[in-house]
């Protein structure tokens, strides 16, 4: 059993610790010479940490308008995919409609009435679009759908047109439903908010504002436009052969018109997603100019990193001698 003294386990702890310590540092070298950035911040900003601080300080400010670009862009393009499909739907259904209102048979009315009932259904789904948990045509009331259920507003609509003889009377009474202070907005048929979202902050110098609702005039005549041909053959109604096609030709027309309506409002929302990419880019190109400044500011010079690991692989190598020659000198003390 070797015995020590007091100075042979001061000694051995010595050692110890300066092994420890300098495997600490060769470590932090070999991380460094990896990563090419220093491991410890004060190393390289001498405790200064003013310039890091602005840079880190910018990069979260980025953050913080990059998620609400990302929303607001993930929100304009449901709303744009939404129009997009109405407008879609609407203008093959107007076509179909001034076809039927020039030579439809009793079938065809038939035929284009169904489309029609379906085509109303989808309208509506698509205004209840939803993005992220947050309905888009809702203005403030993100938490509700804005539209009432179809079959409920085409069952209303049946019996407001009821006794109804002439498409000119049909029309009326169903544009009226839509227009300011009818059904739509008394019964409710929208159910969303009069007041727009407020504006989305995408940059430190832009926001958009995606103002679009159920309850604006485009989608209330183009709801009117689609109710008037799902009316043609309705029961409800006593209409002439001659008054079904003059009602497919009233539908068609309006649909016609509110398809340039839905144009402009698209190219609109095409305007807020096109200042959305461009926040987007300008934030990118600043991200890379900071992230390019904090690497500078952290960089680890390769060359002095490499000239360091030589110096600490020497020392840990002598310490490894001077520990073997100490623990001989202290075995032939005893024999």
Not at 149 to 166: H, K, Q
Not at 179 to 186: C, L, N, R, S
Not at 268 to 278: K, M, N, R, S, Y
């Amino acid at each position: 059993m070797a015995i020590q003294s007091l100075g042979d386990l001061a000694t051995s702890t010595l050692f110890r610790s300066q092994n420890a310590s300098l495997k600490a540092e060769m470590e932090t070298l070999v991380q460094e010479l990896a990563s090419g950035q220093v491991a410890i911040r004060d190393t390289a900003l001498g405790g200064s940490y003013r310039a890091i601080s602005g840079i880190e300080s910018s990069l979260t400010r980025l953050d913080a308008f990059d998620l609400a670009a990302t929303e607001a862009e993930g929100f304009a393009s449901a709303v744009q995919t939404a129009l997009g499909d109405i407008q879609e739907t609407t203008q093959d259904l107007s076509i179909d409609l001034l076809s039927a209102g020039t030579s439809a048979t009793p079938a065809q009315a038939q035929a284009v009435s169904i489309a029609a009932a379906q085509d109303f259904e989808a309208i509506v789904s698509r205004m209840n679009t939803n993005y992220a948990g947050r309905f888009v045509f809702g203005g403030v009331s993100t938490d509700t759908p804005p539209l009432s259920d179809a079959s409920e507003m085409l069952e209303a609509l049946e019996i407001a047109v009821s006794g109804e003889t002439t498409a000119a009377g049909v029309a009326s009474v169903v544009e009226a439903s839509f227009a300011t202070g009818g059904a739509f907005e008394t019964t409710p048929y929208y159910q969303g908010s009069s007041q727009a979202l407020a504006p989305m902050s995408v940059a430190s110098d832009r926001s958009v504002s995606i103002e679009t609702t159920a309850a604006d005039e485009e989608i209330r005549d183009t709801l009117a436009g689609v109710a008037l041909a799902v009316l043609i053959v309705s029961p409800a109604l006593s209409l002439s052969s001659d008054e079904q096609k003059s009602l497919a030709n009233l539908a068609g027309e309006k649909l016609l018109n509110t398809n340039e309506d839905l144009l402009l409002t698209r190219s609109e929302i095409g305007a807020i997603q096109e200042t959305i990419e461009d926040a987007q880019s300008e934030s990118q190109s600043e991200r890379s100019a900071l992230d390019l400044a904090l690497a500078e500011l952290l960089t680890a010079d390769p060359y002095d990193r490499a000239t360091q690991l030589q110096q600490v692989e020497s020392q840990i190598e002598m310490l490894y001698a001077l520990t073997v020659r100490t623990a001989n000198l202290s075995l032939s003390n005893y024999l």
